[in-house]
């Protein structure tokens, strides 16, 4: 009689635990479900401008950009405010000024070639931000 109650019992818990925690599972997928949407639908944050010049300043200052570059001095290539001055601070020479960071190059600034550096786009074009910043140029949209 008390091995029948016993197995009544442990039954009756074990059906009581796995229910009620099916509940509970279903509430957190209904939560996770409203969160999942309203991350894919929310709009991904925009960096500001500062932002990405302070993250190109810091890829810069991590790089062996400092071999042949100085931000007021030239040494073997032009210094970083020279490069500023010339180009406009725009979004086109961003472009144009990150793909001459991963392609390298030569002839704008002398017969020294600049050497290739295998960067993601994104790294390059803060770069150029932050060079074509020195100068105190603010973007241009």
Known sequence: MKK???AIALVSAAT????SCGSKKEEAKEEDKDA???????EPKKE???????QGKALVDAS???TCHHPTNKIIGPSHTDVAKKYEFTHAN???LAKKIIEGGSGVWGEIPMS????????????AMYVLSLDGEKIKD
């Not at 009581?16 to 229910?19: E, M």
């Not at 999942?36 to 929310?42: K, P, R």
């Open 48 to 54: 500001s401008a500062d932002d990405l010049i302070a």
């Open 36 to 42: 999942y949407d309203a991350y894919e639908t929310a």
């Open 64 to 66: 062996d950009c400092k």
């Open 4 to 6: 029948i109650f016993l």
């Open 116 to 127: 290739p550096h295998a960067i993601p786009m994104a790294d390059a074009e803060k770069m």
């Open 16 to 19: 009581f635990a796995l229910t």
């Open 94 to 96: 961003v472009g144009l």
